[in-house]
Structure formats: structure tokens, C-alpha cells
């Protein structure tokens, strides 16, 4: 098995005629920009179904797997890890005893 650098060649042909003729030739269709149709059917949600969740606040495991995550990026960190350490040494050390 052969291995080249970049993209495959391919015989490409200039009409979808040819495709039939030419096994394993590609036809690429040029792409034209289109103008966007907004469909109110498809939208679910509109700005006054939307107004009332404006002041909602992320769930409380929301916050903590954010503050877990930020754990575990400063414990995989060379350079934070040991103030990571330090930090967790020092919270154990203030924290009640149970």
C-alpha cells in the first residue's frame, strides 16, 4: 500500500455523462451561496418565550462540575500542581474535623 502526501488524485470529469463512462471518476458540483429562508414553523423559540429564563442561574451540579473540571486542569498543569497542592493541604487543615 502506497501512501502520498496531501490530497488524493482523482479523475475528475467534467459532466455527470462521463460518470457512467469512467468508473471511479468524480463529477464536483460547484457550490453557489444561497440566501437564507427563516421558517417560523422550525424556529421553537421566539424573544418572548425565551424573556422569562433571562435571569435563570445554572443548577448547582452545573457549578460544581465547572469547579471540579477547573481541579483537574490544574492538577494535570506541571507548573500548578503544586500550588494546587498546596491549596487542597491548606483547606484540609481550616476544614472541622468530623
Known sequence: MRLHNGEPRYLEVDSPRCLAEQPG????LPLTATA?????????????????????????????????????????????????????ERRYRESPTI
Open 25 to 28: 471518476a468524480v463529477y464536483r
Open 36 to 88: 437564507r429562508e427563516t421558517d417560523e414553523d422550525r424556529n421553537p423559540f421566539t424573544a418572548d418565550d425565551l424573556l422569562p429564563y433571562r435571569t435563570a442561574e445554572e443548577p448547582a451540579c452545573q457549578r460544581e462540575a465547572i469547579e471540579r473540571r477547573k481541579v483537574m486542569r490544574k492538577a494535570r498543569s506541571k507548573k500548578m500542581r503544586p500550588i494546587l497542592l498546596a491549596d487542597l
